[in-house]
């Protein structure tokens, strides 16, 4: 028995979400062996041998994988998936695109966003917006698995010394084509990646009280900027910083809620957060009901004066 991670990178470097889809791979049990398919991905592949706990990184070069096309990293998967008994994928775009179409040409049926591992066969995943926990016992010989993130430590990236084994590239299957990537450029963290966030509400009112409030808070706490969809919806911020169901889903320490009125769509993707700092005038607002430390107050008067006491 052995598990095959489908490593998230950028050619030079892994990216963490990889690591938790590591720790997730550990507990199925077996062998843990990375895949890094790319193009010029060498470094990708010797950071991914060094992650604590991997016994084999496969590495496949070829300008196929250069753009992480869905369809190409599947079909590298399919190339080398004989002899795995689970094939997990991080629960990101990447793998929520390439997972569906591994589990499709295998014949099994995926198992989604899991979040704790029970055996080799048996897996927990949130339903209903994270308001119930299922228990899935999965009878397929081999589980397509994609991992939340956030349900899972970050295995140690450093301390390993796995073997590289390079394997060809795949021949591009001429199914899709890269056109373009626009990239959001941001000294910030990443949303998913950072360890503190400061989110923001419809109560900001407008873009630039958005920018005005919640960005200096930010700038002082070094933290990535997240925002309710009612604060995206109104074009107080960008959708990538999106926190929530249709959202992203982070688990900072802490997040800061500012004027967020916590609905289960919104606290479906930050209630695993380690810390919830909470700041609503309304004081039957649910966020307070998740949150380890509410203020109580208008967010307009505290904020400036937090940032002013940092
Ligand atoms: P509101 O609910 O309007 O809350 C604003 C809060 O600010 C209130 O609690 C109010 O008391 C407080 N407030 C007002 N003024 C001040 C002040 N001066 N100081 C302090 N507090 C103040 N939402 C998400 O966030 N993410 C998602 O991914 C998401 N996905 C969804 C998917 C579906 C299918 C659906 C149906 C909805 C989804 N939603 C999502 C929307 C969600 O239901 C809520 O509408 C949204 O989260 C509300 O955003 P909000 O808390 O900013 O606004």
Same mark, same amino acid.
């Given at each position: 028995?052995?598990?095959?991670?489908?490593?998230?990178?950028?050619?030079?470097?892994?990216?963490?979400?990889?690591?938790?889809?590591?720790?997730?791979?550990?507990?199925?049990?077996?062998?843990?062996? !990375?895949?890094?398919? %790319?193009?010029? +991905? =060498?470094? /990708?592949?010797?950071?991914? #041998?060094?992650?604590?706990? @991997? &016994?084999? $990184?496969?590495?496949?070069?070829?300008?196929?994988?250069?753009?992480?096309?869905?369809?190409?990293?599947?079909?590298?998967?399919?190339?080398?998936?004989?002899?795995?008994?689970?094939?997990?994928?991080?629960?990101?775009?990447?793998?929520?695109?390439?997972?569906?179409?591994?589990?499709?040409?295998?014949?099994?049926?995926?198992?989604?966003?899991?979040?704790?591992?029970?055996?080799?066969?048996?897996?927990?995943?949130?339903?209903?917006?994270?308001?119930?926990?299922?228990?899935?016992?999965?009878?397929?010989?081999?589980?397509?698995?994609? !991992?939340?993130?956030? %349900?899972?430590? +970050? =295995?140690? /990236?450093?301390?390993?010394? #796995?073997?590289?084994?390079? @394997? &060809?590239? $795949?021949?591009?299957?001429?199914?899709?084509?890269?056109?373009?990537?626009?990239?959001?450029?941001?000294?910030?963290?990443?949303?998913?990646?950072?360890?503190?966030?400061?989110?923001?509400?419809?109560?900001?009112?407008?873009?630039?009280?958005?920018?005005?409030?919640?960005?200096?808070?930010?700038?002082?706490?070094?933290?990535?900027?997240?925002?309710?969809?009612?604060?995206?919806?109104?074009?107080?911020?960008?959708?990538?910083?999106?926190?929530?169901?249709?959202?992203?889903?982070?688990?900072?320490?802490?997040?800061?809620?500012?004027?967020?009125?916590?609905?289960?769509?919104?606290? =479906?993707?930050?209630?695993?957060?380690?810390?919830?700092?909470?700041?609503?005038?309304?004081?039957?607002?649910?966020?307070?009901?998740?949150?380890?430390?509410?203020?109580?107050?208008?967010?307009?008067?505290?904020?400036?004066?937090?940032?002013?006491?940092?």
């Amino acid at each position: 028995m052995s598990a095959l991670v489908i490593a998230e990178h950028d050619n030079t470097s892994i990216k963490s979400a990889t690591l938790n889809a590591v720790t997730a791979a550990q507990a199925c049990g077996g062998d843990v062996h !990375v895949l890094v398919a %790319g193009q010029g +991905a =060498a470094g /990708a592949a010797d950071a991914a #041998a060094r992650i604590s706990g @991997v &016994a084999k $990184v496969v590495h496949a070069d070829g300008q196929s994988l250069k753009d992480g096309l869905a369809e190409n990293v599947a079909a590298q998967v399919l190339a080398i998936a004989g002899g795995y008994s689970h094939i997990l994928f991080p629960a990101t775009a990447m793998g929520k695109s390439a997972a569906p179409r591994v589990a499709a040409k295998l014949d099994v049926c995926q198992i989604s966003d899991i979040t704790k591992v029970g055996g080799p066969d048996i897996f927990e995943r949130p339903i209903y917006a994270g308001n119930a926990i299922a228990t899935v016992q999965s009878g397929d010989a081999v589980k397509v698995i994609t !991992v939340r993130t956030t %349900g899972f430590d +970050a =295995a140690v /990236a450093t301390g390993g010394s #796995a073997v590289v084994e390079t @394997v &060809a590239a $795949v021949v591009d299957g001429a199914k899709s084509r890269f056109v373009g990537r626009e990239l959001s450029k941001s000294d910030r963290p990443e949303l998913t990646a950072a360890k503190i966030i400061v989110s923001g509400g419809r109560a900001l009112g407008s873009a630039e009280k958005f920018q005005e409030i919640i960005t200096p808070l930010a700038d002082k706490l070094g933290a990535a900027i997240g925002a309710s969809r009612a604060a995206v919806d109104a074009g107080y911020a960008s959708n990538d910083l999106q926190v929530g169901q249709t959202g992203k889903i982070v688990a900072p320490r802490p997040y800061i809620a500012a004027g967020i009125s916590g609905a289960i769509q919104h606290m =479906a993707g930050m209630k695993d957060s380690k810390v919830i700092v909470a700041i609503n005038k309304d004081p039957e607002a649910p966020i307070f009901s998740i949150a380890d430390y509410g203020l109580e107050a208008d967010l307009f008067q505290v904020v400036p004066e937090l940032i002013n006491a940092l």
